[in-house]
């Protein structure tokens, strides 16, 4: 809604000459044509049950994002990964 009202505005200034043309070129780039809705992100999650000294950067590189570690006994650790669902 805002982003509307502040090309209203601009337009209303463009009319009465009361706006630096400069001025309005870098507002016209900051404000989006139309108003589109935001959609949520979509997620996967992943468990892994694993050494704590895992090198997880293979994960990384397909997208897998370290959400949490939990200790668990030993020298073992739950990982819980997320990344975005395509």
Do not use: H
Request: aromatic share 6%.
């Amino acid at each position: 809604m805002a982003w509307k009202q502040g090309k209203e505005l601009v337009a209303a200034m463009r009319q009465k000459n009361q706006i630096d043309p400069g001025l309005v070129r870098e507002i016209d780039g900051l404000l989006p044509a139309s108003i589109g809705v935001l959609q949520p992100v979509k997620w996967e999650y992943k468990s892994l049950v694993l050494e704590r000294t895992v090198d997880l950067n293979d994960l990384g590189l397909d997208e897998w994002e370290l959400v949490t570690v939990i200790p668990q006994p030993g020298d073992m650790a739950v990982f819980y990964l997320r990344r975005q669902k395509a």
